[in-house]
């Protein structure tokens, strides 16, 4: 009994001493910021300031218009990611400095890559340093306006399937279409069509492979959002458990269809204007060095190995991200046209007088020429950026201008995209839908970097203008055609999905569809 009893009165000690220096550690982390005199939201025990994003009953977009808001007043202040600390910037002139004049501070994301577990995480939007800037320069020549319009052709093929796809939902559902997942269709053709050269037939067929691997890479799941969550707030845990996204399947399919349609085109000679085309090149370039397969090295960090794995991961990001963004803003234009029909209408003319003044066609240059078509799709952007928030790592030690206040290399910094897009001090009544926002005089009038939703600075999207593009000829067909309207399934209001790091709405998003004139 008296051993019992000194084993469990040690146990106890253990548990108490344990107890201790977790209260330590959780205190010294939770007073980073008081310790450098930086205002700050209170963290609570476990979770800092994400307890609601954690258990997933706050979307991301919400997260950070709460913080925004509870730093009012402050340009800058800080809030704890689980025990992390992060800096959330207000001020569009410090945005300005993280974002470019001192972008050389800030250029990396800090996100979780391992190469050999996920092949497919080394892209451009994850990595960081020479990697990124070496990729970076060699990727930008296939998004020119030139290579645009030279994609133009199948975009538009893509577009009147489109057409087609929405006036038989429209049959089958008795008008009512949930128009979300035809665009993601749309986008996923237009991606393989355009960018690849590859008929993916997602509007065609139901059981299309590449729109159910892309609606997997996407899926809001519970274990794809944690798993996801663990790479971007416990990176080294991510690290130790070895999380793998996407799941090997995933990876394994579109690692597959690269190698597949890059020995394709070398073995037939096929010369496309395409993005894949630009990997091709890289590729020959890689195999025709004697130095095994490195590039040469730009600036700081050496040279870049340019593997298969690390060629897919490029091709992986730029389908998955340019079908998902894209159609998102396609469904949240086509809700807000349903809630404003003035605007519909008012759009719908000036497509309708911008084509005919085209001989009744589509062109590249008639779709550019929209002026209302591209005030309306900022709007929605403002009102639903892809992402709710930028996220920067300082690679240097860094003094705020302004202050003695003194980032430690590593510190993780929060630009909060859409709560800076609807504050009222830069967009008046910021819940109105109002396209006239972005009228030349409206802009001249507002500070810059209140309006983030490409990014800014030497890591803007290197997609934009596919992405810009294919959203316009979308919205274009479809609205020279048929006539958006609320119906009984519409969300009202729209709730954003928790489990989505992505800006998307619960739900689905349905709507009533019937052919201009009828």
């Not at 963290?43 to 919400?62: C, H, K, T, Y």
């Not at 897919?312 to 234009?333: H, K, N, P």
């Amino acid at each position: 009994m008296e051993s019992i009893a000194l084993a469990c009165a040690g146990a106890a000690a253990a548990l108490a001493a344990l107890a201790g220096l977790l209260g330590l550690y959780f205190r010294r982390r939770f007073s980073y910021w008081a310790r450098r005199g930086v205002p700050h939201l209170q963290p609570r025990f476990p979770f800092g300031n994400m307890r609601e994003r954690v258990l997933l009953r706050q979307s991301a977009l919400d997260l950070f218009h709460d913080f925004y808001w509870r730093l009012d007043g402050r340009p800058f202040g800080g809030v704890y990611q689980l025990t992390r600390p992060a800096l959330l910037v207000r001020d569009p002139q410090l945005i300005k400095h993280i974002l470019v004049k001192d972008f050389a501070c800030f250029q990396d994301r800090g996100i979780f890559v391992d190469e050999r577990l996920n092949p497919l995480s080394a892209h451009l939007f994850n990595l960081g340093g020479a990697r990124w800037r070496q990729l970076r320069s060699k990727l930008t020549p296939t998004f020119t306006s030139g290579k645009m319009k030279l994609m133009f052709g199948c975009m538009h093929e893509c577009a009147r399937e489109l057409a087609l796809l929405v006036r038989a939902e429209a049959a089958r559902g008795r008008g009512r279409v949930e128009i979300k997942e035809v665009l993601a269709k749309f986008t996923t053709d237009v991606i393989g069509s355009c960018a690849f050269g590859l008929r993916c037939n997602s509007m065609r067929s139901p059981d299309s492979q590449f729109r159910a691997m892309g609606r997997r890479a996407f899926a809001p799941t519970l274990g794809l959002t944690l798993r996801t969550m663990a790479t971007i707030l416990m990176p080294s845990v991510a690290a130790l458990l070895k999380v793998r996204i996407p799941e090997r399947d995933v990876s394994d399919f579109f690692l597959n269809v690269v190698k597949e349609t890059m020995d394709y085109r070398e073995q037939n000679n096929v010369e496309r204007n395409d993005f894949f085309q630009m990997l091709l090149q890289m590729r020959k370039e890689r195999q025709a060095r004697p130095s095994g397969g490195r590039a040469s090295g730009e600036g700081v960090g050496g040279d870049l190995e340019l593997t298969d794995n690390l060629l897919a991961a490029q091709a992986f990001v730029f389908f998955l991200a340019g079908f998902e963004t894209s159609s998102a803003a396609m469904s949240f234009t086509l809700h807000e046209l349903a809630l404003n029909p003035d605007i519909q209408r008012k759009l719908r003319r000036e497509i309708n007088a911008v084509v005919e003044k085209h001989d009744g066609n589509f062109t590249y240059e008639s779709v550019m020429n929209i002026e209302y078509l591209e005030k309306v799709i900022c709007e929605t952007l403002r009102k639903y950026p892809p992402l709710s928030a930028l996220v920067r790592e300082c690679n240097a030690t860094y003094t705020i201008p302004g202050t003695d206040v003194v980032l430690e290399s590593g510190t993780r910094v929060l630009i909060p995209v859409h709560a800076l897009q609807n504050d009222p001090a830069f967009f008046p009544e910021p819940q109105r839908y109002d396209p006239e926002r972005f009228g030349e005089r409206e802009r001249a009038q507002r500070p810059t970097h209140t309006y983030l939703p490409f990014g800014d600075g030497p890591r803007l999207c290197i997609g934009m203008r596919f992405g810009q593009l294919q959203t316009k000829l979308g919205l274009a067909i479809l609205l020279h055609r048929y006539h958006f309207a609320t119906c009984d399934k519409t969300n009202m209001p729209l709730r954003f999905d928790p489990k989505s790091f992505l800006t998307t709405s619960v739900g689905g998003m349905w709507l009533k569809v019937t052919p201009v004139g009828s």
